[in-house]
């Protein structure tokens, strides 16, 4: 995680998730919502255990941080977020599909750090999903590999958001949703 953690972020703060290790250097890929929030969130779940252990990496905190810092700077008006973004921040893939992806993560590093700006932005991003996703039954865009389809991985990961927001503000509806 120490790879990770320490591995330079674009100039406007997105984590790297592509480098190919034999050359050090970044891939030119799209940097997808879904390999943000599955990516932060396993390094966030790694403090925590390290923490309850008495081992503290700074460094994996604050790489989730700042990442949650952009995410809240990149979420759009309405809530949600773009499916994928350049290096730079702008969007690559307007798609919104993807924007459940980041919910759980969001809620867990409000837990750790008691940062309300980060319970809004994932109340936000629920308030979408809960209208497009569960409402509107768009659960599609999971997969990064494929166009933006009907897909499981969509309706697992809106459960998970929804869950994540119900056992943080025990709203029924959450639960319903999930």
């Not at 050090?24 to 390290?50: C, K, N, S, T, Y």
């Not at 992806?101 to 700006?117: G, H, K, S």
């Amino acid at each position: 995680l120490d790879f990770w953690a320490n591995y330079p972020t674009t100039e406007t703060g997105i984590p790297r998730l592509w480098v190919h290790l034999s050359a050090h250097q970044a891939e030119p890929q799209p940097m997808w919502v879904r390999q943000i929030g599955d990516g932060m969130e396993a390094i966030l779940d790694a403090w925590v255990f390290e923490v309850k252990r008495g081992i503290r990496h700074d460094n994996w905190l604050e790489i989730c941080v700042r990442t949650a810092h952009l995410l809240t700077n990149l979420q759009n008006e309405d809530g949600s977020f773009y499916r994928s973004y350049h290096d730079d921040g702008s969007c690559c893939m307007d798609s919104k599909a993807s924007t459940p992806r980041v919910i759980r993560f969001l809620v867990q590093l409000y837990l750790v750090t008691q940062n309300e700006a980060y319970l809004q932005a994932a109340i936000r991003a629920g308030e979408w999903a809960y209208a497009h996703q569960y409402q509107g039954f768009e659960y599609r865009g999971g997969p990064c590999d494929t166009s933006d389809i009907l897909d499981k991985e969509s309706g697992i990961y809106a459960m998970f958001a929804f869950i994540a927001l119900y056992d943080v503000s025990g709203e029924a509806r959450w639960l319903e949703a999930a």
